[in-house]
């Protein structure tokens, strides 16, 4: 590698496989896309522009699928050892971006390629198996039917135990359109959302496994060292950070259950009397092991164990966030945490989201409560509300696409769209993607995001929840927390939210860090030791508004405009109650009305050509 | 007709055809049901409920096609000769009235049959020939391919010149989904709304050609005598009777422009510079006649006449209603009244609703502005904003299904989903059915009863908008004009008033009487007059909850819910400029909230158990 060509915080190079070809090949990273674009979705967002035309479906042989790491990825910057995948969604029929933590990143990177570009099909299913630069294309006959679980065990058996595996279950195999990539063996983490995985199994590609022992270049590495010196103590210590470590993401649960964030019932009620059973402290009980993500010192991931009983675990298995507890748990009115470590392990081993999987359960439960399902439609399952085990039932068929699994498997849009009559009253989702666990009758500020994130209702596209309500954060422009029902001011902090977090997306880092000593002038600074790109603050979210800009621009191509830019009618007209918060609906479309100002997107939602200028963006345009 | 079976107001027989078996039968009207569904829409509904399954395809031999008069109909009674058809929608898929004026109504009652209920379609064109109680069904190959007007003169030459004649046009024969039937020779009054011209287009039914010369009974014929002597006077000589005479319905437009209620350029703009151009008094520049419906004293009708020039009549033709210059004039930027007259004699000529049309043509236009419609997808015609020499072209292609015409023929809703991408942001429909011209963004009373109509979107199911800013009405509950943009009040407001106009619908009357002297006590009374019911002003207003529920219901079955009692994106979201009313948006989920309480609908917009009981519906449940 020439000196002239190096770009500090980049190996330099991406790797393009075209697996209808056989074809494995590699091009040099552009130093000004990499400035522009960052790396993870901002870069993936680039590269879908430039190799899948929006007018495809997603499971074309021509839809690209995008794993892309950052410039953080193998520095040790704090956790930011996490990888995006990007493509052509099947769920939303837009821009999908779903981000993962655990190794695999990280070692992806360390092999010498920021990132991996798959296009084509395969006839039969294959794995590519990436050892420093050497890349093969490799038979994976006897991994197809496994699930993601057992097919960790057998690479790591067959190749090495230092290798990280990104790979499908039955879901992404069987095209379930919520199936996402599963990385961490036992410890589950996954790229979940928008149907990631569903685009992989299209292409019958089982796994990726990555070895590699290359780091990249650092601008200022004594710099850097001192910064990670200084800092490292002050995130592993931070309030937010402890908090995080005792008891994990699902530790919210009560708090959201308390101010109407939690989704319960379908999200048609307010109060959960199960909750405390499903709470962080109910975790604990069944609790080993805390788990990091690659250079992360935090620590918010869990490993529970079942030891005994009909929900009983085969060994240790990664533990529950809050969304999936959220989901599968309140929003199906399961209160017994062992049920919900069952789902949960059941939804990692066949590779889908855990999100989507709950609300489409939910939608079933509710249908069939009001005679759109019968118990003949669901085959001969009764599938009641808090039932765990016709739940699991259902799961497996989901995963194979058996009988009632075939139309559930389609997510709640399509399902709402076969059944017909009223179904869509309990389909919750945004652009075709499904609720994640917190309501914008809570916060107006999930109301904007929810309706303008650009893979469908996110609650990573702004993550502005938390400090709404909850917290502060100066460096973040909320010296005091928000008044949660308040619209005022509602859509800037959005959308300044929202190109924060498409920078976060890009580094590609954790977003818990921005509570942990990490907030935005360290990512700035974090990020200029790493590539001396001479961002300043003001520069870096320009850089992220561009990136939101270009993801909305691909979906303005798909046909997205403000038509989808709303949200379900259950969220949009249901009051929960009456008196306190409890008959409160987010006043959308006055907040949007102003935000779509602010991002100087027409009247349709198009981003406008002033706008696409003003960021450089004309090429996109096509 | 034994004393025992009489019941006052009604000739007590309705007419049965079946067009597959060539069956004609008839059958009592029972006294119970025509005091609590009263006629018109009301006993038609309860015959769509009977007769058509709501599961059924809208083109299917099962729908059931009927036309309803009411007890005011032959009787003198003011404007009491309309008549109403009820049917499954093919633009909607659910319930579908179209109200008519003209004198078929009080012809039909005449024959001695208070309405006729068509169900089977026949194989080749026929028409019915009902001359007093005897029926024919006959053929009808030389009339089929004949516009409106042809049909009714070739019928009157060969039958005679005393007959009323409802017939389709090519767009009932061509299945254009907003097709109408269309009464009164030239002067075109029309059931338009809906698509039922369309099903009797399904049927092969060209004509219902009518002659009677029966009377009904009356309870208290020396009362309802003096009844109208007392009031024929007033209701001649009211201000607003006086208004609609000189100047037409036309007469409001400067008025809804000035306060934001005219569609402009398909409901984008605020302003129409060309709006004196097609006022009331740019009609008078043309006109030839008023003309009167059956039983009125009003004569709001007109007829106009263009000599020469590329937009020539031949001879006087029906001159245009507000709705028809609005949606096919300011909404598609045309500001020549005589163009605007051809275009509406063409549309009555077809048989085609000019609101639908108008509302068609817009989404065309914008479509083509923003390359979602090529000049080569339009047949090379250039589609261009104010052009209504292309509109001209695009309308008999329209009518005839040929080419773009073949697509525009599916109305709004299903143009957008055939386009795909963005188009469904210049769809302006709720339910499939086109918003008629009154903007929800100028009067808060317009979103709810455009969300919650039962044929989809409608100004004349609440009728609300002028009493709500523009007239007092102390008689209709509302003593002084109420603030458009209040939101405190509407549900009730709205909900009041669709009862009473369900009511007005199934008497069936004109509903501007209650601008003229015949007022909400009158209507009591007059109803009282002639049938004797015995029902007092609560009475009646529970009759018409009564009626209101029961199309819901229907609707309910069809599948409508709550997802669908919303309104299109652009009323929803659009601002039209900033400042003083340019930059209100309708808030019509806090609205609707109330409504549904107000209404005892449950959380998903469905009747409540409770409310069917209280009402006596609960045979209708099935």
């Known amino acids: ?297 935090v620590g918010c991931g869990r490993t529970v164990n079942v030891p005994d009983g009909r929900f009983m675990t085969n060994g240790p298995v990664g533990g529950m966030e809050y969304e999936t507890v959220a989901m599968v748990g309140s929003n199906l009115l399961i209160n017994d945490i062992k049920a919900v470590s069952k789902i949960n392990e059941l939804c990692n081993r066949f590779g889908i989201d855990t999100i989507s999987t709950g609300s489409v359960l939910a939608m079933a439960m509710e249908c069939h409560e009001n005679n759109l399902l019968s118990t003949d439609d669901l085959d001969g399952i009764d599938l009641k509300w808090g039932d765990a085990d016709a739940v699991i039932e259902i799961l497996h068929k989901i995963a194979h696409r058996e009988g009632i699994g075939n139309l559930l498997a389609e997510g709640t849009r399509r399902i709402a769209s076969e059944i017909g009559s009223y179904a869509a009253e309990f389909a919750v989702h945004v652009k075709g993607l499904e609720l994640p666990a917190h309501d914008p009758r809570a916060k107006n500020s999930l109301a904007i995001s929810y309706a303008t994130s650009n893979r469908g209702a996110c609650h990573l596209s702004a993550f502005g929840y938390d400090f709404e309500h909850l917290c502060s954060s100066p460096e973040l422009g909320v010296p005091e927390p928000l008044d949660r029902f308040e619209t005022k001011g509602k859509p800037a902090y959005v959308a300044r939210m929202e190109n924060i977090m498409s920078m976060c997306d890009s580094l590609s880092t954790c977003k818990f860090m921005l509570f942990c000593a990490i907030s935005l002038p360290q990512l700035v600074q974090e990020l200029e030791l790493i590539t001396g790109f001479g961002l300043d603050v003001g520069d870096f979210l320009k850089t992220g508004e561009r990136i939101f800009n270009l993801k909305r621009m691909y979906n303005n191509k798909c046909g997205i405009s403000r038509k989808d830019d709303t949200l379900p009618p259950r969220i949009l007209n249901l009051k929960r109650g009456t008196g306190a918060d409890e008959d409160q609906l987010p006043p959308l479309n006055i907040m949007l009305e102003e935000y779509y100002k602010l991002r100087g997107w027409n009247e349709i939602g198009f981003v406008s050509l002033e706008k696409i200028k003003e960021l450089g963006l004309e090429r996109f345009l096509k």
Chains 1, 2 share one sequence.
């Not at 991996?116 to 093969?136: A, F, M, Q, R």
């Not at 690479?155 to 069987?174: F, V």
Request: hydrophobic share 35%.
């Open 1 to 297: 590698m020439g000196c002239e060509k190096m770009i500090p915080g980049y190996m330099g190079k991406i790797l393009k496989v075209d697996l209808i070809k056989r074809k494995i090949e590699s091009f040099s990273l552009d130093a000004k896309d990499a400035k522009d674009f960052i790396g993870g979705s901002g870069l993936g967002a680039k590269f879908l522009h430039e190799y899948t035309d929006a007018k495809i479906n997603a499971f074309d042989s021509e839809n690209a699928l995008i794993f892309m790491t950052g410039p953080l990825a193998a520095t040790k910057a704090f956790s930011g050892d996490r990888f995006e995948v990007v493509t052509k969604s099947p769920l939303t029929n837009c821009y999908a971006e779903a981000s993962c933590g655990g190794q695999w990143g990280g070692m992806l990177k360390r092999t010498g390629y920021d990132g991996i570009i798959i296009t084509g099909k395969s006839n039969s299913p294959v794995y590519l198996h990436i050892n420093n630069e050497h890349v093969d294309i490799v038979d994976a006959g006897e991994l197809w039917g496994k699930d993601t679980f057992q097919t960790n065990q057998i690479l790591k058996n067959n190749i090495s135990k230092d290798i990280e595996i990104a790979c499908i279950g039955q879901g992404g195999e069987n095209l379930v359109r919520f199936a996402g990539i599963h990385t961490q063996d036992i410890h589950s983490r996954m790229a979940a959302r928008a149907g990631v995985g569903a685009v992989m199994g299209s292409k019958k590609l089982k796994a990726i496994a990555v070895f590699g022992d290359n780091k990249p270049p650092i601008f200022d590495e004594e710099g850097f060292q001192k910064f990670w010196k200084e800092y490292s103590k002050k995130v592993a210590s931070t309030f937010d950070a402890k908090d995080m470590r005792d008891n994990g993401t699902v530790g919210s649960l009560l708090y959201c259950e308390t101010v109407g964030d939690l989704p319960i019932k379908n999200w048609s009620m307010r109060r959960f009397a199960g909750a405390e059973n499903i709470s962080g402290s109910a975790v604990k009980e069944i609790l080993t092991k805390k788990y990091y993500c690659g250079s992360c010192l």
